[in-house]
């Protein structure tokens, strides 16, 4: 039963377009949401996080928006940058804080 | 140190061997936890520490896994009799205090078990 669900495995962009990656969820008791951004042979490595209690926060070219009603939320990356290419884990916890629960991953791969 | 360090990388052992993987947190970070990542899947919570004490295991598959935290900092991760199955990145994470949402991650442990 997976409860934090990224349906696309992989996602290709043209440097400089936006990067749309999304996430949806079961579990209503999550209200603190993550994105994780990994690096081959690197540990994944915080990007931006957004509480229940918002729909949309913001860090310079990364923000995050979601939607509680429909257990979504999504990160956009504009403009894209090569550098950009990595797997994006969403995550997502709930009541105890310590227990992420990761989506699969999205590999996004930003073409130069 | 500056980052969370996990040792070894890369850890080759045969089937039913005893293996140990170690964590050393950021300094001055009180919890810890051990995540498992499975090839095609995302980390998945083992154990989490608060202190030397293990506040939650309940990620931890069966009784062939064991994880310490004999003094609050260094943790290590411990498997019995391992099993194909037990292949998979290991990683540890810390955060600065209890609770906290935003875990740092170490590059993790790779085990491969043939």
């Known amino acids: 039963d997976q409860q934090v669900k990224q349906n696309s495995p992989s996602l290709s962009v043209q440097e400089g377009r936006i990067s749309i990656l999304n996430c949806d969820y079961t579990?209503?008791?999550?209200?603190?949401f993550l994105w994780y951004k990994k690096y081959p042979a690197e540990g994944p490595t915080f990007l931006i996080s957004?509480?229940?209690?918002?729909d949309k926060n913001e860090d310079g070219r990364f923000t995050v928006f979601l939607n509680k009603s429909a257990k979504h939320l999504s990160l956009h990356i504009v403009p894209s940058q090569p550098g950009d290419s990595a797997v994006y884990f969403c995550?997502?916890?709930?009541?105890?804080?310590?227990?992420?629960?990761f989506g699969k991953g999205t590999l996004l791969t930003v073409n130069p | 140190g500056a980052g969370v360090s996990q040792t070894p990388s890369n850890k080759v052992t045969e089937k039913g061997k005893y293996v140990e993987l170690r964590c050393d947190p950021i300094?001055?970070?009180?919890?810890l936890y051990w995540y498992r990542q499975s090839l095609g899947q995302g980390p998945e919570f083992l154990i989490y520490?608060?202190?030397?004490?293990?506040?939650?295991d309940s990620g931890l598959p069966n009784d062939r896994f064991f994880a310490v935290r004999p003094e609050g900092s260094v943790s290590t991760l411990k498997i019995q009799r391992t099993e194909r199955g037990d292949s998979a990145v290991y990683l540890c994470?810390?955060?600065?205090?209890?609770?906290?949402?935003?875990?740092?991650f170490g590059a993790g442990s790779r085990l491969t078990v043939l």
């Open positions: 520490f608060q202190g030397t004490g293990a506040a939650d």
């Open positions: 995550a997502a916890s709930g009541g105890s804080n310590y227990k992420l629960t």
């Open positions: 300094s001055g970070h009180t919890a």
């Open positions: 579990n209503s008791m999550f209200d603190y």
């Open positions: 994470a810390s955060s600065q205090m209890a609770g906290a949402n935003v875990l740092t």
């Open positions: 957004i509480s229940s209690i918002k």
